[in-house]
């Protein structure tokens, strides 16, 4: 599956690596911290960028989840999860990023 980066994205990892390069470190040891898979920290990831309203984070972690193993009806029940907790227009907002990230692969 190839996925193309935003932009934004791609230039603030090329103008600040160092920043970059500890966000990785810090990624993966959160990872290391914990038992759970892959594929359900990107899940819980999907969660809280819609959430949170962060569209490009939840299209990344969206590509991550399924690169990861779940299934696009994986993502798109995470994100109908959000319904109850934060209201159905984040939710149709999220599963429309989602669609949109996964349209593309």
Request: hydrophobic letters at 45%.
């Amino acid at each position: 599956m190839k996925e193309k980066l935003p932009k934004h994205f791609t230039e603030f990892v090329e103008k600040y690596p160092k920043i970059w390069d500890a966000h990785q470190k810090l990624t993966e040891a959160c990872a290391e911290s914990c038992s759970l898979d892959r594929k359900t920290r990107e899940l819980i990831k999907v969660a809280i960028s819609g959430t949170a309203g962060q569209e490009t984070a939840l299209q990344r972690h969206a590509l991550m989840a399924v690169q990861a193993g779940a299934a696009d009806e994986d993502v798109y029940q995470t994100i109908l999860l959000l319904i109850t907790t934060v209201g159905f227009p984040q939710a149709s907002a999220a599963i429309k990023w989602a669609q949109k990230a996964l349209a593309a692969t």
